[in-house]
Nanobody
Framework: QVQLVESGVGLVQAGRSLRLSCVASGSFFAINDMGWYRQAPGKQRELVARITSTGSLNYADSVKDRFTISRDNAKNTVYLQMNSLKPEDTDVYYC????????????WGQGTQVTVSS
């Protein structure tokens, strides 16, 4: 059974930094795109950052120049380094990965709350 497990401390002051990690476990052949999304109560889940298996990057305009996504393919892990955090970055953050087993399937982590205090 494939799982995405997220980790990272969730409460910081504005202007500080925080790093989220997400590791994929289970039985599969390969991981294609990996990414981070966030969702506020009553709103749609939105893309924060995405990285392909070859390292191509995509960021939401609101986080460009502040957030950096990276991945360690040997560890099946994706990271999100968040710098210069703002109160409006407060959300539940979800890890996402396209994982190739006998079929290609989209997986989500359980979500981790990030709260930025002013």
């Amino acid at each position: 059974q494939v799982q995405l497990v997220e980790s990272g401390v969730g409460l910081v002051q504005a202007g500080r930094s925080l790093r989220l990690s997400c590791v994929a476990s289970g039985s599969f052949f390969a991981i294609n795109d990996m990414g981070w999304y966030r969702q506020a109560p009553g709103k749609q889940r939105e893309l924060v950052a995405r990285i392909t298996s070859t390292g191509s990057l995509n960021y939401a305009d609101s986080v460009k120049d502040r957030f950096t996504i990276s991945r360690d393919n040997a560890k099946n892990t994706v990271y999100l380094q968040m710098n210069s955090l703002k109160p409006e970055d407060t959300d539940v953050y979800y890890c996402n990965a396209q994982i190739l087993g006998y079929v290609k399937k989209n997986y989500w982590g359980q979500g981790t709350q990030v709260t930025v205090s002013s």
